[in-house]
């Protein structure tokens, strides 16, 4: 009998967000198509998601155990039609997880619209899976903006059949699988029982209609692993882990129909002198004791360079300085933010004996 929390790494009360966060982690390390992935294992996680995302089906669980099948829960319907394992040609791709306008409810399908993309958009057109990366940039880059290239090895649209899966030239045919419906039905066991799902056809991949002959280039379905190079542009003043979108850059479809779009997870690398606070740039700047007592004008860097800073009279340790618009820009624009410095008084911890006479005059006078 299989222990889904032990599966996903959880304790027994983890809540949902722990479960789906460990879900994710799991997810994306042994998937299929990544180097090194396991099929096996990655669907070992799916099954134990299937369950413990399901707050009835998880209070089952909880109570009676696995009562089913775990095979079972390996059937049924993804975002892309029949899902039988790897072996009908599907490409998953590293994507965001979110729920697809238009998914449809319930066994498999549930989970590969929310957790990969792919299923059916609004317009009922076939959507290809959503694809997440992630980017680092330095703190500097995220002050001024910056493009990156980055390389995706995804499903393209086969450029000999145009994503359509028959040979050039080829007739059309009316589907024998499902008759030219489009959508076949299918029984899927599940944890409830085994119940009847209307899916996609995974001869025609819905369209009611395949070709004489299939693309010798593309094996029929449409689509083909290819690297592609995308530049994305990161405007200035993007928080550390924001996400940047590119609709219609996931991959696309088997057999046609709308690309997924592309998210990209921005990461920004701390800085040794700077700390950004909203759209304020601080820092920490130390000054000698007379200088603190008697002031002056010292140099401080910014993310622009050195400017000058007047330190009045009497400045005590921790006083913060506001050098204005020498911050983060606005992400959406407008004001800027500032850069904002502060004060560290440094007392030396061993004076030499004219030293410590001078201090004993000033307590005396002050005394």
């Not at 405007?235 to 696309?252: D, K, R, V, Y």
Request: proline fraction near 3%.
């Amino acid at each position: 009998m299989a222990d889904y929390y032990k599966i996903l790494g959880v304790e027994k009360n983890a809540s949902d967000e722990e479960i789906k966060k460990a879900y994710r982690k799991l997810a994306h390390k042994h998937h299929p198509d990544k180097k090194g992935g396991d099929e096996v294992k990655f669907k070992e996680i799916n099954e134990a998601y299937q369950v413990l995302s399901d707050k009835s089906k998880r209070g089952q669980y909880d109570q009676f155990g696995q009562t089913f099948d775990g095979n079972g829960a390996s059937a049924g319907g993804s975002g892309q039609g029949g899902f039988s394992g790897f072996g009908n040609g599907q490409q998953w791709d590293f994507s965001d997880f979110m729920n697809q306008e238009g998914a449809a409810a319930g066994g498999w399908e549930d989970i590969f619209s929310d957790i990969f993309g792919g299923g059916r958009g609004a317009s009922g057109a076939k959507r290809g899976s959503d694809i997440q990366v992630d980017i680092e940039i330095s703190f500097e880059e995220m002050v001024k903006g910056v493009s990156k290239d980055i390389n995706l090895y995804k499903n393209a649209t086969c450029d000999a059949c145009s994503g359509s899966g028959g040979e050039p030239g080829a007739n059309e045919e009316t589907c024998k699988t499902c008759q030219g419906r489009g959508r076949i039905r299918k029984a899927v066991r599940s944890i409830l029982g085994t119940i009847q799902q209307e899916v996609a056809c995974p001869e025609c991949q819905g369209k009611g209609k395949t070709f004489s002959e299939k693309c010798k280039k593309c094996s029929g379905k449409g689509v083909n692993k290819e690297e592609k190079h995308i530049s994305v542009k990161v405007p200035a003043g993007i928080q550390n882990g924001q996400t940047i979108s590119m609709q219609g850059e996931g991959a696309a479809p088997e057999g046609g129909g709308i690309n997924g779009d592309l998210y990209i997870n921005v990461h920004v690398r701390p800085h040794d002198q700077f700390e950004r606070k909203g759209n304020d740039i601080y820092s920490e700047r130390h000054i000698t004791f007379p200088q603190a007592v008697l002031g002056d004008n010292i140099n401080i860097e910014t993310i622009e360079g050195s400017v000058s800073m007047k330190i009045p009279k009497g400045t005590q340790s921790g006083e913060l300085f506001r050098i204005r618009s020498k911050g983060v820009p606005m992400l959406q624009g407008g004001e800027r933010g500032h850069h904002v410095v502060r004060i560290v008084v440094d007392i030396p911890k061993k004076i030499n004996r004219q030293e410590k006479k001078l201090v004993e005059e000033l307590r005396d006078l002050r005394g």
